[in-house]
């Protein structure tokens, strides 16, 4: 019986024990269903959430710095963003490639493998806790980072870590791993206002970050993690601290030796915030303001010119007076493209009014519009450059002139008038070239002539009896440069194409072009300045309120102002004393090397001689007739005709023009764009082999010094 009792007891007790195990079987299933289903429902949670995140959170935009730069990619200024930080667009390919090395080794040397959460870090940094009761190691990412700088927001509460995930892996799959990066690099605090990497590399080294030593990219590794704590202008000390933690990482996963690393502590951490850079800041803002929603904007200057010209033209400017302004621009008048554009002697003066860009400002030119018109003299047979003109008291159309100085050369040659800047010559040579034929060159080199209202052009003109700007002035003698084709200047690298496609305009021809740079390129320079290959010419206007000096070589043109920006006469002051000394030493920061000018065209003979009839400038009744006869005519081809000669084919030189005349008085001189015609001086028509396509002026004069011409599109 007992032992039936034990063994129903034995029994019994096997029934419980299989019951109590049946009911843990059913909590453990429970319970891993309870947790596979919290698994799902999280799983599904998550994905939910990723999907839920705004596009604007995952677009990749941020707001940046509007910013202008140079022809090479060199920040000229940039502007505060809506929220007063400096914040300026880069990309990991305009990083110095050891600082990214360095980045993701010492924040994330899994970046390129995970999908924005990392599981490994998250498992590690669990056990560490648990292990040792403390934070050993992180586990976010540089993408959670990223999530964190793009919240805006708290991030230590367990729901914005949440938060923060589901932001990442929001990242990780509408943005590849470049364009997060990215997003760090444009975020990234780095003490004060300045975010990213492009901002701090500037505000703490004074350079883009494309070449930075172990030490600079080291310190761009610490300051995101405290960047307030360890701004080296505040808290050199722990940015040091900072700095050297991570070179010794960086030696431990082989990223820098323990030569590298020791070399880099030795240096000194930046004590001092530099200021964003502002350079061109009149071109920046002119660029601004013409593409007022663009994030970055490039120039065709060149910022390294542009930052020693300024530098000239406050040293210069402080040394005339302290309210006076100076303005430089200088152009490549092969392609029109401007590589400095200095607009005053400082933007933040406001004892020289920096604020105002004086390179467009209306002012009067002076002498410097003298070039032109002989340029038009000789092009119309009315002087040559060794034809003689008379420098004595004079007047025309009720116009009396006088030289700077109110002293008479007498008879001088032409081309010693303009280099002497004679007033009486060039205002004779304007009367017989006639103003409105000289205002409408001038249009055609892209000015606009402002005169005073209700004024025609007259022989006041000639002194510079209306209102030019620099611009324009350094565009005109662009042409001259140029054989006498118009120039366009251009600010932008996007102009050139259009600048090539426009239609060419011909301000002077060609043969004219070359005499006046030749008889520039002689007028002595001041002091001790190195003139050579140089064709220049200075102006001042009435009343001593404007100094300029313009000139070109055989690559650059350059325009220099010199003034007060309120117009006030400032005693003393000339084109040749205080202009063309800054003139000559922009030549020499552009290069101490000349670019030879432009060689005689093939329409100058080896022996330029004056033509008999130009031996005086024909400038007294240029349109007299001798014994009342008739004086000559072209009347084949007519006036403004367009003869196409087959010029512009390819492999052929084109036909020959003929010109025939009718009345007159033999012998003839035949001249093309001023140059003597050397074939059929006593014939009443003449054959010329034109240089090439374009405008073309033919002139004859008589034995009586009557004259004829014509001008001619020839195609």
Do not use: C
């Amino acid at each position: 019986m007992r032992e039936t009792k034990g063994d129903d007891r034995s029994s019994g007790a096997g029934r419980a024990g299989k019951r109590h195990f049946s009911r843990l079987a059913r909590v453990a299933l429970g319970l891993a269903a309870a947790v596979l289903v919290a698994g799902v429902a999280g799983a599904g949670w998550l994905a939910w959430s990723v999907r839920a995140v705004p596009d604007d959170m995952v677009s990749g935009k941020v707001t940046v710095s509007r910013s202008v730069i140079d022809r090479n990619g060199l920040l000229l200024r940039a502007f505060q963003t809506p929220d007063d930080r400096w914040r300026l667009a880069i990309t990991p390919q305009e990083v110095d490639p050891r600082y990214l090395e360095m980045l993701q080794a010492y924040e994330d040397r899994r970046f390129r493998d995970h999908g924005g959460v990392d599981p490994r870090a998250l498992v590690r940094a669990a056990v560490q806790l648990v292990t040792s009761g403390r934070v050993v190691s992180g586990a976010s990412t540089l993408t959670m980072q990223t999530a964190r700088l793009l919240m805006e927001g708290p991030t230590r509460s367990l729901s914005a870590k949440w938060h923060q995930i589901v932001l990442a892996l929001a990242l990780e799959s509408n943005l590849d791993k470049d364009a997060i990066l990215t997003l760090y690099l444009t975020r990234a605090p780095f003490g004060g206002n300045i975010e990213g990497v492009r901002a701090a590399s500037l505000a703490w080294f004074g350079k883009e970050p494309a070449r930075l030593t172990p030490a600079e990219a080291a310190l761009l590794v610490a300051l995101p993690q405290s960047p307030e704590a360890r701004r080296p202008d505040r808290f050199p000390e722990a940015a040091r601290a900072a700095r050297d933690r991570v070179l010794q990482v960086m030696v431990t996963r082989g990223v820098l030796s323990e030569e590298e690393a020791r070399a880099a502590s030795r240096e000194d951490v930046p004590r001092l915030r530099r200021d964003v850079p502002l350079v061109a800041a009149h071109a920046a803002r002119d660029a601004l303001a013409r593409h007022p929603q663009a994030e970055e904007i490039r120039l065709t200057l060149d910022g390294a010119l542009q930052g020693r010209l300024e530098k000239l033209a406050a040293s210069r400017a402080a040394r005339t007076g302290k309210r006076v302004s100076l303005a430089i621009l200088v152009a490549d008048h092969g392609t029109g493209e401007v590589l400095a554009h200095v607009g005053s002697a400082g933007l933040l003066d406001e004892a020289r009014r920096g604020h105002v860009d004086m390179t467009h400002a209306v002012r009067s030119p002076g002498s410097t519009l003298k070039p032109l018109i002989y340029g038009l003299a000789f092009e119309e047979g009315i002087a040559h450059p060794d034809s003689l003109i008379d420098d004595r008291p004079v007047t025309l159309a009720g116009y009396s002139p006088t030289n700077f100085d109110m002293s008479f050369q007498g008879t001088v040659r032409v081309a010693a008038a303009l280099q002497a800047s004679l007033n009486v010559p060039a205002v004779e040579l304007l009367d017989a070239v006639g103003p409105a034929r000289f205002v409408a060159r001038l249009r055609a080199s892209g000015a606009t002539p402002r005169f005073p209202p209700g004024e025609i052009p007259g022989l006041a003109a000639a002194l510079g009896g209306f209102g030019m700007t620099l611009d324009e002035l350094v565009a005109l003698y662009g042409a001259l440069a140029r054989g006498g084709e118009a120039l366009t200047l251009v600010r932008e690298p996007e102009e050139l194409d259009r600048a090539r496609l426009s239609l060419p305009r011909r301000v002077l021809s060609q043969t004219a072009a070359w005499r006046i740079g030749e008889i520039l390129s002689e007028v002595p320079p001041p002091d001790t300045a190195n003139g050579e290959g140089i064709a220049y010419k200075t102006g001042t206007s009435y009343g001593y309120r404007d100094a300029w000096a313009i000139g070109y070589d055989g690559r650059h043109v350059v325009g220099v102002w010199v003034g007060r920006a309120d117009g006030t006469p400032i005693p003393g002051i000339t084109g040749y004393l205080t202009a063309a000394p800054v003139l000559f030493d922009v030549f020499q920061r552009i290069s101490p090397e000349r670019v030879r000018l432009p060689q005689r065209p093939r329409s100058i003979g080896v022996e330029d001689r004056v033509p008999a009839p130009l031996t005086h400038a024909r400038t007294r009744n240029p349109r007299r007739e001798a014994g009342g006869a008739a004086g000559p005519e072209i009347f084949s081809p007519p006036d403004g005709a367009t003869v196409d000669l087959g010029l512009g084919l390819p492999g052929g030189g084109g036909a020959p023009l003929t010109v025939k005349l009718r009345r007159g008085r033999a012998p003839y001189v035949w001249l093309a764009n001023g140059a003597p015609v050397e074939s059929g001086p006593f014939a009443r028509s003449v054959t010329i082999r034109p240089d090439g396509p374009g405008t073309t002026v033919i002139s004859v004069i008589d034995a009586d010094g009557r004259s004829a011409r014509v001008t001619l599109d020839l195609r």
